[in-house]
């Protein structure tokens, strides 16, 4: 394409989890959203939105939203900003905290989109791959002198999960920025956000995505020293959220009760499924998220997800080096697992 400058010709594209025009049809356990909607308060809180000051530009920098997740989390609203989805974070981070001469480092394999950034904003980038059992060995983030390390905890599409001490060992070293995605932490716990006030090159980021529900709306959190929280406010878009994105995430911040429900049953499902996949044949990696990564020790992962996909259940199939020996399931509600392992059951002939 002629308009197209030398970048994004030559960049890859990302490729999100098949999203069907009409979803209602499938049972969709392949981009790991949450199978249960938001709550009736945080829904009627963004309809009573739905008035006449929407001929208004939001706040532009969600202060109200800072501050609450602030107190929540014993910092302060100077340690947070708030994004258009964590992924907007991600791309202000290539953007905006590394030199074009450094090189990042970014896992392997987990959230392909940290590559597409990168080579979108011209930054280049060095894999890591995780260890044989998928957990993260923070030594091997030293091998060189990265100006930036990502790590996803838990790691997408593995669901492993890398204990906040060793982030805390790998800090007392490196003294690039290290950004810590926390889009799944909240299923299981265990964030690095402590971690901030002691070191000022830690990001961490959040997503109101998967565990609140609300990936429809787009909103995502950094959360990190001042100065750094300063750089992001100068980088933004001049509007990054929208007003019913900030009322939305405010009220499921306020809606404790619906938010606790919702991760226990989710918790709750994910050990129905992985206790009916065992049996089945299948090799579940341990995961601390709303997803298992699991492969079946005869059949290969690319055919069952075929074989699913002609029955409409859509799970996630990745090409690639170790990735595509596995494939990853999202939890999804109780009557989609059971359809799950109905199905499973039949291809496999158990
Ligand atoms: N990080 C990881 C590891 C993810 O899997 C996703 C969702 N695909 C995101 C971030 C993006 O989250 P958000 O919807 O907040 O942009």
């Known amino acids: 394409m002629k308009y197209w400058n030398s970048t994004l010709k030559n960049m890859a594209e990302y490729i999100p989890g098949e999203q069907p025009s009409n979803p209602d049809e499938y049972i969709k356990l392949n981009t790991n959203e949450n199978p249960f909607p938001p709550s009736d308060f945080v829904l009627n809180t963004i309809k009573n939105t739905c008035n006449g000051n929407l001929r208004r530009y939001p706040d532009p920098t969600a202060e109200e939203l800072r501050e609450q997740f602030a107190s929540e989390n014993e ?150 020293s001042k100065g750094i929280i300063e750089g992001f406010l100068k980088i933004k878009d001049s509007y990054n959220i929208d007003m019913l994105a900030i009322e939305g995430a405010k009220a499921a911040l306020i809606d404790k009760k619906s938010f606790k429900y919702n991760i226990d049953m989710v918790k709750n499902n994910k050990e129905y499924l992985e206790e009916n996949l065992k049996p089945l044949g299948f090799e579940i990696i341990p995961s601390r998220a709303n997803f298992i990564f699991v492969k079946h020790k005869e059949v290969p992962s690319k055919e069952l997800y075929e074989r699913l996909k002609e029955k409409k259940i859509l799970v996630r199939y990745f090409s690639g080096n170790i990735r595509s020996e596995f494939m990853r399931i999202s939890v999804g509600t109780m009557m989609e697992i059971k359809a799950l392992c109905r199905e499973l059951n039949t291809i496999l002939g158990v």
């Open 75 to 224: 910092i302060t609203p100077e340690n947070v900003f708030v994004g258009n989805g964590s992924d907007e974070i991600f791309t202000l981070i290539f953007r905006a905290f590394i030199e074009k001469s450094d090189i990042a480092a970014l896992p392997y394999p987990s959230y392909p989109l940290y590559d597409i950034l990168a080579e979108a904003n011209g930054i280049k980038y060095e894999k890591v791959n995780l260890g044989a059992d998928f957990s993260y060995n923070m030594e091997n983030f030293l091998n060189r002198r990265y100006g930036l390390v990502i790590i996803c905890n838990p790691n997408n599409p593995t669901g492993t999960y890398c204990p906040v001490d060793k982030i805390k060992d790998f800090l007392d070293t490196y003294t690039g920025l290290l950004v810590v995605d926390e889009a799944y932490i909240d299923f299981y716990g265990g964030s690095s956000i402590d971690l901030i006030k002691k070191y000022d090159n830690l990001i961490v980021t959040r997503s109101f995505s998967k565990s609140y529900s609300l990936a429809g709306l787009r909103v995502g959190l950094a959360v990190s």
